[in-house]
């Protein structure tokens, strides 16, 4: 839980912006994959102090922006691109028979969105699909948008009928009285629940009434959606539009690959997408419209990815600790901390003894949360009350299983739900010997010719499923790849640790200078350390459920004595991947 102090000034010294903003005649605040970090990044290990800001913090920002935008009589517009579910205590920590997300969205609810877009983590779950198309896309007064995307409901006759989840476009005027056409895409994604359906974003364009919403034009279109803004379907959208608009200005508002990105997709556009998890706040400034009109010449963009802290926000506003906060802000930073007070997240498990870190230190290595997890704390979890503790183990999971790095301090039940949510169980099976079993990891590991292709197709399909680590994580390897090692340590002189972004845009996009995070590569799959008995030992073969058909196929290409089946998988122990952490941290971290 954070302290109400700690909202009054960031508890470590946080980096200014080096510049101020470039405000045109028509401009966006854009935030993306929020994931339920409202309360911002509590934890005091660079980087997380960059993303310090909570969402009454952001609140006001955007309160002190609007005025500022009124006064230099420019249009200023805010605009989200989707995920307000799955990540943190806020969204997930709710009792039993809630629904996720519920409660913290009703916090985004009171922010003035102009453009709300679903993601792919609003359609997991029926139920979190159908809390949108109730609760949350009446408040936006048909602003939230679902172009590609329907949920199945039952009609005023009984009869079950597919409709948008929100609405599939909207138009509107700006303060300024610029036209804007909008519309709300989902990537091609396939992970989603039953009675929910997603359209392909390339039939999408063929609609009617795709046809019908772009066929006027406005000043400007608006398209905002849960799509990266590279090597996605962004250019398929923005041709449709360019086929009937050859030179009406477009903007662009991307998601899902969780990193800072833009693109031009010609000279009278630009796309941005802005990150995750409450760290980055994306900026499109300096669009100059009225110079657009009447000619056909490129339109000069600027954008800027802010760091998501009180600094930030005070620098751009030009505001001082004492004057920054508003009384709607405030009320909102307050109400989000009585929801971590009534889902119990500052519950204390222990207190962690340093860093642990999922890409910032090697695996293997003591600062890597892989190693602690499946070589500690899964060891430690499952063996409480089992009967089969006493015989030789190796267990086996996938690096996916993590999802957020743990910091020295408090361990608490939202830092459980943060770093490692998933409720996987844990199945074996028995009797196989220490030198096959051993052999198992690199087999899952393994990239051969053959399994690179298959590794290509599985990578294929986890995209189209959600998951956006390797993404992310090429990003971030870049990044350090781009430091260097001698330079890092010759630029860093006082720079923190953060995101240091090159994407395809004219300028510099970081609205702060940071020393590049450091990366490590991690394999697919880790296990424990094997147990100290000899070769031929039979012991037992733990691994997480989702990887059952593909171990057996492995077990049966690396010996020949016995085909093995589901028939001899059983279930090791009823606790969850999910509690591992917090049950090892209240025996040893105490």
Avoid at 24 to 51: A, R
Avoid at 111 to 121: E, K, S
Avoid at 186 to 213: I, P, S
Avoid at 311 to 317: G, Q, R, S
């Amino acid at each position: 839980m954070i302290l109400p102090a700690a909202r009054e000034y960031p508890q470590v010294p946080i980096t200014p912006p080096y510049r101020p903003l470039v405000w045109g005649d028509f401009n966006v605040i854009h935030t993306t994959d929020t994931h339920g970090w409202l309360l911002g990044h509590q934890k005091v290990s660079f980087p997380e102090p960059d993303y310090s800001g909570d969402l009454g913090e952001f609140a006001s920002f955007v309160t002190h922006m609007k005025r500022i935008a009124i006064e230099k009589d420019v249009d200023l517009l805010l605009v989200d691109s989707g995920d307000l579910h799955d990540g943190t205590g806020l969204s997930d920590g709710y009792p039993p028979g809630g629904v996720d997300a519920h409660e913290s969205n009703k916090f985004l609810e009171r922010l003035p969105y102009d453009v709300m877009a679903i993601g792919n983590h609003e359609l997991y779950i029926y139920a979190n699909t159908y809390d949108m198309y109730t609760n949350f896309a009446p408040h936006l007064g048909g602003r939230y948008l679902s172009s590609n995307v329907n949920i199945t409901v039952f009609n005023s006759d009984g009869e079950p009928e597919s409709v948008p989840v929100g609405n599939r476009y909207t138009k509107f005027t700006t303060r300024k009285g610029r036209r804007i056409t909008s519309l709300g895409v989902l990537y091609d994604f396939t992970g989603n629940d039953v009675n929910t359906t997603v359209q392909t974003v390339a039939d999408m364009v063929k609609e009617q009434w795709f046809a019908e919403a772009i066929a006027e034009e406005p000043d400007v279109f608006v398209l905002v959606g849960h799509m990266p803004v590279s090597y996605d379907n962004w250019p398929t959208v923005f041709d449709a539009v360019r086929a009937v608009h050859p030179g009406t200005p477009i903007l662009v508002f991307g998601g899902h690959s969780h990193i800072r990105d833009c693109q031009q997709y010609d000279g009278r556009s630009m796309a941005l997408e802005s990150g995750r998890y409450m760290e980055t706040i994306g900026m499109n400034l300096g669009a100059d419209l009225e110079a657009a009109k009447g000619n056909a010449n490129n339109i000069s963009f600027t954008r800027r990815y802010l760091d998501q802290n009180r600094v930030t926000y005070e620098y751009h506003t030009k505001m001082s600790n004492q004057t920054f906060d508003t009384a709607y802000g405030r009320s909102i930073t307050d109400g989000l901390q009585e929801l971590a007070v009534s889902f119990d997240l500052s519950y204390l498990y222990g207190t962690a003894p340093q860093d642990y870190t999922i890409n910032q230190n090697p695996y293997p290595s003591n600062g890597s949360l892989l190693s602690l997890f499946i070589v500690d704390a899964i060891p430690y979890a499952l063996s409480v009350n089992n009967t089969r503790d006493s015989v030789p183990s190796i267990f086996i999971t996938n690096s996916g299983s993590q999802r957020f790095n743990i910091f020295e301090g408090p361990f608490t039940k939202n830092d459980q739900l943060t770093a490692s949510p998933f409720a996987d169980s844990f199945l074996y099976i028995s009797n196989i010997s220490l030198s096959i079993a051993n052999q198992v990891l690199p087999a899952l590991n393994n990239a051969g010719a053959d399994q690179k292709r298959k590794r290509d197709e599985i990578e294929k399909e986890l995209w189209s499923r959600g998951v956006v680590d390797t993404r992310y994580r090429a990003w971030l390897e870049e990044m350090d790849r781009r430091a260097g090692m001698g330079r890092r340590e010759a630029m860093s002189g006082n720079l923190t640790l953060g995101y240091v972004t090159a994407d395809s845009c004219p300028g510099a996009g970081d609205d702060t200078l940071h020393m590049a995070l450091p990366y490590y590569s991690i394999p697919d799959f880790i296990s424990s350390n094997p147990p100290n008995v000899t070769d031929d030992t039979p012991i037992d073969l733990v691994f997480v459920d989702f990887v059952e058909a593909q171990l057996l196929g492995i077990l049966n290409g690396l010996q020949n004595a016995k085909n093995y089946t589901t028939a001899d998988v059983s279930l090791y122990s009823p606790t969850l991947a999910s509690a591992a952490l917090g049950l090892y941290a209240q025996a040893e971290w105490n």
